[in-house]
């Protein structure tokens, strides 16, 4: 066990032994001094230069008084200017200093109250900069890799700490904002944010946005490209580019009656509308859940509406984490353990119990593997101390054992309880930010106690900071996906032939399951033979090739590795292509072979898809 350890950020390379779980140590700012209230950006996209040019103003309240120094975040920004102000007197220039640059934190930016407003107790703060050429949370595309092919596109990523990569803040889900943006594009082009677009907007190339609901830095969101609108209901709709927006629309065709759902789950849903914005393939992740648009891959257009879990998952960070946010990254559980929960409840009952069985099982099957992967303090849901880059979070703990901990509650207290703690939960701390321990007080005042001799603090504790499962955690269960592996046992002892298992007709969940439950040792005709019976290797579902890919790669059945390579080069999705190449690297014969794959590929992938499979075939990146 690790009794002290050394936090990986830049500003301190001392041992700490008192770690204070409110303090981000993902951020340079200083919060407890300074807090910002509001953002004005101003910004140019320059696609030629592939850069965002302008100014940010930032309208900060001093909290200290003896305060005269202000720290924010940024990464490889050129700030040009920095001037401060009074509510309406005129600016004056600023002392400012850009500090060294930490590899994971960036660098921090000191600005100096000038000696007039030493007094002041609230001003305004304007930065002139551009971003640098290796904006960490910018994609510039190209056209050809875009659907249309003819425009560029570009397009942010703001989680978990990128946002001071296109905007000088203090970038930690702390602290709160609203926000005003003016953006500047080719006229031809259109302009979306995680704030209020207008699907009427005339494209002008002058684009006004408004964000009324304060929001956590890392939810600043902003894309530019060739995009369209649908409406899918009265409060929904999706962007994207034409040569995918039917296509979209079909297969998003009820994020309308989701969003009816959920509100009649969870609670109000507080932000207007909700729009979904379909990005070209490179997009990192399943979805962003950026406010008012989530960001969607285009890899969930299956054109049966099997993958949309990861629509009801973005649409549930409308509660659980754009309105009751993880006070740092380190209790990035909180986010993401609870929204896959209510995203399966969300699913149960749009899509029946069955469904969510299925997804519930094969999530607990990814958690069980990762265990093996995992050191066991990282196996906690809050590890004592934060380190490494928040974007090399242990996601399989976040979600799935986080997603486990609170169906633990529901099944500890009975849905209707559970159900009216969260509700309260999601009232109590509406547009706040929470830790993992304020969580548990809150926990054990209002449901532990007043149900006295379910569940105690101490079985709670022991998810929140023990490595593994306890001995009574749930264990998600499904017939359905257990009638697809006994089945694919059959098969390989000879008991039932592939024409009599109908698995193009199961959900695709059955389908991984299937491929997933196959033994170890299956001869290459055994794979051609379901390969041909089943087309896993030309499967127009993301989910099933993924999980058919990194079979093959394991096994080495070269007969399908022409096709393998076309699914590196179609998606870009990191989950989707990442593990592929890990199985090929690992599978003994295969790093050079996935390493010239990767070399092929890499220019149509994002800087965090490229990081992440570095760290698999370059040796000593882990
Ligand atoms: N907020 C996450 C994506 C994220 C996590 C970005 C951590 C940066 C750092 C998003 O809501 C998410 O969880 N996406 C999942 C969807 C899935 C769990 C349904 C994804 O991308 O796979
Ligand atoms: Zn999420």
Request: aromatic share 10%; with cysteine.
């Amino acid at each position: 066990m690790i009794a002290i350890a050394f936090l990986a950020t830049g500003c301190s390379k001392e041992p700490v032994e008192v770690y204070d779980p409110a303090h981000d140590y993902f951020s340079f700012a200083n919060t407890e001094q300074f807090i910002t209230r509001h953002l004005e950006l101003d910004l140019t996209v320059d696609f030629d230069k592939e850069q965002l040019r302008g100014s940010a103003i930032l309208h900060m309240e001093r909290l200290d008084p003896l305060a005269t120094e202000i720290i924010l975040d940024s990464r490889g920004l050129d700030i040009s200017g920095v001037s401060i102000s009074l509510a309406d007197s005129p600016m004056v220039p600023a002392e400012f200093q850009v500090g060294e640059e930490d590899p994971v934190l960036g660098s921090p930016v000191t600005i100096e109250l000038p000696a007039d407003l030493e007094i002041a107790s609230s001003f305004m703060v304007r930065l002139e900069y551009a971003t640098g050429p290796d904006a960490s949370a910018l994609q510039w595309l190209p056209p050809e890799l875009t659907a249309g092919g003819k425009q560029p596109f570009m397009f942010t990523q703001s989680q978990a700490i990128h946002a001071r990569s296109w905007v000088p803040l203090q970038d930690t889900p702390a602290v709160r904002i609203t926000y005003k943006a003016v953006i500047h594009t080719p006229s031809n082009l259109l302009a979306v944010m995680s704030a209020n677009n207008n699907p009427l907007t005339p494209r002008s190339g002058e684009y006004e946005f408004e964000m009324p609901q304060p929001i956590p830095s890392y939810l600043l969101a902003l894309a530019v490209g060739n995009i369209f609108f649908a409406p899918l209901g009265e409060q929904t709709g999706v962007y994207t580019e034409p040569e995918v927006l039917d296509a979209s629309a079909f297969e998003f065709a009820n994020t309308q009656d989701m969003l009816d759902t959920a509100a009649e789950m969870f609670g109000p849903y507080q932000w207007g509308r909700y729009d979904l914005l379909v990005l070209p393939p490179s997009f990192p992740y399943g979805g962003m859940e950026n406010p008012r648009l989530s960001f969607i891959t285009p890899s969930l257009l299956a054109g049966d509406h099997s993958l949309v879990s990861v629509i009801a998952h973005e649409l549930a960070h409308s509660w659980s984490g754009n309105l009751v946010t993880n006070r740092t990254w380190r209790d990035g559980w909180l986010n993401e353990g609870m929204t896959n929960y209510l995203e399966s409840r969300l699913m149960e009952v749009l899509y029946g119990k069955e469904r969510v069985d299925e997804e519930n099982v094969l999530g607990y099957k990814e958690l069980l593997l990762n265990f093996d992967r995992i050191i066991p303090e990282r196996q906690a849901l809050a590890p004592p101390f934060p380190s490494g880059d928040p974007d090399d979070f242990q996601g399989t703990i976040h979600y799935h054992k986080g997603q486990l901990l609170l169906q633990y509650l529901e099944n500890g207290f009975g849905r209707e309880i559970f159900d009216e703690f969260l509700a309260s939960y999601f009232d109590d701390f509406a547009f706040q930010t929470i830790t993992t321990e304020r969580f548990l007080d809150y926990l054990d005042e209002n449901l532990l106690k007043v149900h006295e001799g379910k569940i105690s603090r101490e079985q709670v504790e022991q998810w929140l900071y023990k490595p593994g499962l306890p001995d009574d955690a749930p264990k998600p269960h499904s017939e359905s996906l257990d009638r697809a592996a006994a089945l694919a046992i059959a098969w390989t002892q000879g008991e039932v032939q592939l024409d009599e298992i109908p698995v193009a007709e199961w959900s695709p969940q059955a389908a991984v399951h299937f491929i997933n439950s196959l033994p170890a040792s299956l001869s290459e005709e055994q794979l051609n033979e379901l390969d041909s019976a089943y087309g896993f290797s030309d499967t127009r579902n993301a989910e099933i090739g993924r999980t058919w890919f990194i079979q093959v790669a394991e096994r080495q059945h070269r007969p399908a590795y022409e096709k393998l390579e076309q699914h590196l080069n179609r998606y870009g999705r990191t989950r989707l292509v990442a593990p592929v190449y890990r199985a090929l690297a690992e599978n003994g014969s295969d790093l050079e072979l996935a390493r010239e794959m990767f070399t092929n590929a890499r220019a149509s992938y994002h800087p965090i898809t490229i990081a992440k499979i570095n760290t698999f075939l370059l040796p000593g990146t882990e």
